[in-house]
């Protein structure tokens, strides 16, 4: 296996060693394999510490996030922004949403999000630019008993809502705040929640023509789906379709701090006794604020069994809306504009705005079959036009333009 070297790395760990402690030695090792990750390259760490006073030793299972080596890739995420973004979540936004809630008395902890051990843009600490000693450190949440799902069978019902209730905590805070503190909001986090792509290169790769392929491809499919294409293609060739952009203004009810890709991967559970009992979110290097329908979307239709869709759609939004609202409440916000009514019309807006294309265009890769797609380094400007898809992603593509039709979103 290949392993790789990453430079005085023990500056970067100051948050964990705490100056009681020093690094006598690491391995770093690729910790995704090709479809897993598209925006960064993964190392898990294998961390030797040690305690200067006593000598004893410890090991750490870290992970590290550096920028691509694929120019393309880079380009695309803009890692100039995106990855200045992914650090401020660390070091200043949940900082600042954590401070917020000890303002107002709450005591809930923010169970969402792994433990931060380092990071830096550059060996220079005056770079204006972020370059490849650029790194973010990270606890190895799959050796604290976190594990991936299968990307193929998607969430079942019980991981599901333990998601939705981390989802609406992460989205409530920020918008209590937001109310009640708006000022300080758009001096204090909204520097950091900007758009984190290139909107012109991700529109170009992303976009507009290959969803539209995708519309033709589902046409050929099912009959409905030709039925609705149309209407699908007038959604494609909107000039508001950015799939990572805000699409939302400051005074927007429903704007808050939003993941934006926050797909199975993204997401690691931990289960007692197999039932899942929390849920932590990576990977916010497109975090923007925006309406937090577009998680809820996106989320669903594509890391969600489709046979859970199916059955309990209604009783899932009502979850999230219920958890969503009782943060709200307990942080002293007035609900009367959060109405169930009001978030089912923000979906049915934000769904046909963006996240009809971005969740049908992010299922091709998400269901992508191992080896079917390019490693990070190799990745092209035409991989995805290339590839045309598994059995399961036809038929996910297809299940969920019926199910977007059935809620009347087209």
Request: charged share 30%; proline share 4%.
């Amino acid at each position: 296996m290949k392993k790789y070297t990453i430079n005085d790395l023990e500056n970067v760990l100051d948050p964990i060693l705490k100056k009681n402690k020093k690094l006598v030695s690491y391995d770093a090792v690729p910790f995704t394999s090709a479809g897993e990750n598209f925006g960064s390259l993964m190392l898990g760490l294998t961390l030797v510490l040690k305690d200067i006073k006593t000598n004893k030793e410890e090991k750490v299972d870290a992970v590290a996030k550096m920028i691509p080596t694929n120019e393309l890739i880079r380009e695309i995420f803009n890692v100039n922004v995106s990855f200045r973004k992914e650090v401020a979540m660390y070091t200043d936004v949940i900082q600042e949403i954590k401070s917020f809630l000890k303002e107002t008395g709450c005591e809930r902890d923010i169970p969402y999000i792994a433990e931060y051990y380092g990071s830096r843009i550059s060996l220079n600490p005056n770079a204006a630019e972020v370059d490849f000693d650029a790194v973010l450190i990270l606890e190895n949440l799959k050796t604290k008993g976190y594990v991936t799902l299968n990307r193929f069978n998607g969430f079942d019902l019980d991981t599901t809502k333990i998601i939705l209730k981390n989802l609406a905590l992460f989205h409530a805070v920020p918008l209590a705040y937001k109310l009640q503190k708006p000022r300080k909001f758009k001096e204090v986090l909204m520097p950091h929640m900007g758009p984190g792509m290139d909107s012109l290169k991700e529109r170009e790769i992303f976009g507009k023509n290959l969803f539209t392929e995708q519309v033709e491809h589902a046409a050929s499919l099912n009959p409905r789906c030709a039925e609705l294409k149309s209407k699908l293609i007038e959604i494609a060739e909107s000039p508001d379709l950015l799939f990572f952009d805000s699409n939302c203004d400051f005074e927007d009810p429903f704007g808050t701090l939003c993941h934006i890709d926050l797909w199975i991967n993204n997401i690691l559970i931990k289960y007692e006794e197999q039932k899942p009992i929390n849920a932590k979110f990576v990977d916010f290097q497109v975090m923007c604020f925006a309406s937090l329908a577009r998680d809820v979307v996106f989320f669903l239709f594509t890391s969600v069994s489709p046979s859970v869709l199916r059955e309990h759609f209604d009783q899932l939004l009502r979850d999230y809306h219920s958890e969503f609202s009782e943060i709200l409440k307990s942080l002293g916000c007035d609900t009367t504009q959060y109405s169930f009514d009001r978030f089912q019309k923000e979906l049915a807006k934000v769904a046909k705005l963006t996240e009809i294309a971005h969740s049908c265009r992010w299922l091709q890769p998400i269901l992508a079959e191992e080896g079917a797609l390019p490693a990070l380094e190799d990745f092209k400007d035409d991989s995805l036009e290339d590839y045309k898809g598994s059995e399961t992603y036809n038929k996910r593509l297809v299940d969920n333009i019926l199910l977007f039709d059935k809620l009347h979103w087209i």
